[in-house]
């Protein structure tokens, strides 16, 4: 069992900057790739970024390259989405999830645990 806890997000002016974080429970962190996802309102969750347990990042959505960074820091079992440049359309609430597969996948199915989410807000 995993759980997530993210935090960081908040209400920005368009062309801000924010950092997600979200810190997992137990000792095998390492284990699971990990992603984030956000839903923005009215939306269906939409994938942003996944990178595996050593770090190898897999792939970005389109409308966030060049303007975010997936991170993480397995010593403190902490995954970190930094985002700059942000847009209005970035706003979403943001959720962290952990896959018990060997690669982060692009879907939500394929995650198993899920954060609570944290709300981010761009405004123009």
């Known amino acids: 069992q995993v759980e997530l806890v993210e935090s960081g997000g908040g209400l920005v002016q368009a062309g801000g900057s924010l950092r997600l974080s979200c810190v997992a429970s137990?000792?095998?962190?390492?284990?699971?790739?990990m992603g984030w996802f956000r839903q923005p309102p009215g939306k269906e969750r939409e994938f942003v970024v996944g990178i595996r347990g050593s770090g190898g990042i897999i792939n970005y959505a389109d409308s966030v390259k060049g303007r975010f960074t997936i991170s993480r820091d397995n010593s403190k079992n902490t995954v970190y989405l930094q985002m700059n440049s942000l847009k209005p359309e970035d706003t979403a609430v943001y959720y962290c999830?952990?896959?018990?597969?060997?690669?982060?996948?692009?879907?939500?199915?394929?995650?198993?645990?899920w954060g609570q989410g944290t709300q981010v807000t761009v405004s123009s």
């Open positions: 999830a952990a896959a018990s597969g060997l690669r982060p996948g692009l879907r939500s199915s394929e995650y198993d645990y």
């Open positions: 137990g000792r095998t962190f390492s284990n699971y790739p």
